[in-house]
């Protein structure tokens, strides 16, 4: 759940080791990084086939053999509401061309669970948040009580997104900072792993160079979040080709965006885009966000938001056409800021009720979730 205006997570440094899993690609078929890829299922709580002597040690734990029960157990849960939304999806969300389109998803924190279940053909996929990158612990190195402090460190992180299908950000704050779980690449990978995709490589981008020059000066005026990037090739040893994700950390406030004027350009060129937005705390209802929604606008041709995404008011008239689906629900009470009279009232005067099989949202129990598809 996103505070409206305080939902920062800071960086810290810890004396750890990290591995750099740019290189190492192995020759073949469906090329990939065998180190980075089993480290993200040892993770997931999966035993990498084959398991290199370094990782067996650790595979062979009875700290492991906890935690594969534990991730299997829950994933379990997780896989019967994918299928759900696969299922509703294939009725509900047709689209042309989706293995040449780009989904945008801001406020995304590490949520590529939900970004590759509602959009898995999608070429390439950009999320933006707050929540800083980092990169894959080394396993290597690791102890065993290291490796126990870890995987609980992972258990942690996954706990909310499990259970309730998004990520609380007062949370994230602790559960991306730990020694171990840096950021938000360990938790992104662990999910491709879950999702049985292999990881070809992890790069850090620098998508302004000059500006993280200036900003490097002694006395240059800072930006309260540094813009941090990383790329992400990973593959489905199904099929062939390659799906890249990009994930940028930086601040997306009109304020914070005037030291990195030229992000908003960025993100618009690949349009026209699949916009997902969902437990996004109404930041772009408040002003403070006004260019990051126009640029949301201007880029999309499908929307797939719940009610705490663009105000409804946007997308209600020409040129957008849009169906409701589960029903409306007020906002939460830290959030009341985000009622929209405008979509009760378009919920409440459907001639369909059109049910909604999955939770998507904070309003999470007992099929009490709504969603919002917009087609321009």
Not at 325 to 337: A, D, S, T, V
Not at 342 to 355: F, K, V
Request: charged residues 20%; positive net charge; contains cysteine.
């Amino acid at each position: 759940m996103r505070n409206k205006f305080t939902c920062w997570v800071l960086a810290f440094s810890f004396a750890v080791t990290f591995i750099d899993v740019s290189e190492q690609l192995h020759a073949g078929a469906t090329d990939f990084n065998r180190r980075a890829t089993a480290t993200a299922q040892i993770l997931a709580g999966i035993m990498p086939n084959p398991v290199e002597p370094e990782l067996k040690r650790l595979a062979e734990t009875d700290v492991f053999k906890e935690h594969e029960q534990w991730m299997t157990s829950n994933w379990s849960k997780v896989r019967g509401r994918i299928q759900t939304i696969e299922s509703w999806r294939s009725q509900e969300i047709r689209l042309s061309g989706t293995q040449k389109k780009n989904l945008l998803y801001p406020f995304s924190g590490p949520d590529f669970l939900n970004a590759y279940t509602f959009f898995p053909e999608h070429s390439r996929y950009v999320f933006f948040s707050l929540e800083r990158p980092g990169t894959l612990p080394d396993l290597e190195s690791v102890t065993p009580t290291q490796f126990a402090k870890l995987l609980q460190d992972v258990r942690s992180a996954f706990r909310d997104i499990f259970e309730r299908n998004y990520f609380i950000t007062s949370y994230m704050t602790k559960q991306l900072t730990t020694p171990w779980i840096r950021g938000t690449v360990p938790v992104m990978a662990t999910m491709m792993a879950l999702m049985n995709r292999r990881i070809v490589r992890i790069e850090p981008l620098d998508l302004f160079p000059d500006l993280t020059h200036a900003y490097d000066m002694p006395d240059a005026k800072q930006p309260r979040v540094r813009l941090r990037a990383v790329r992400i090739e990973f593959a489905n040893p199904s099929v062939a080709g390659t799906q890249q994700l990009y994930y940028i950390s930086l601040d997306a406030t009109d304020k914070a965006l005037e030291f990195y004027p030229e992000f908003l350009t960025w993100a618009d060129q690949y349009k026209p885009a699949t916009v997902l937005l969902k437990s996004a705390s109404y930041l772009l209802h408040d002003q403070q966000f006004a260019k990051t929604r126009a640029m949301l606008l201007d880029a999309a041709d499908v929307v797939v938001q719940d009610d705490t995404g663009i105000p409804y008011r946007y997308i209600s008239q020409n040129p957008w056409q849009v169906k409701l689906y589960g029903r409306y629900n007020r906002p939460i009470k830290p959030m009341k800021y985000g009622y929209q009279k405008d979509l009760e009232t378009a919920y409440n005067s459907r001639p369909e009720q059109i049910p909604l099989p999955f939770p998507f949202g904070y309003h999470w129990r007992g099929q009490q979730s709504g969603l919002i598809v917009a087609h321009r």
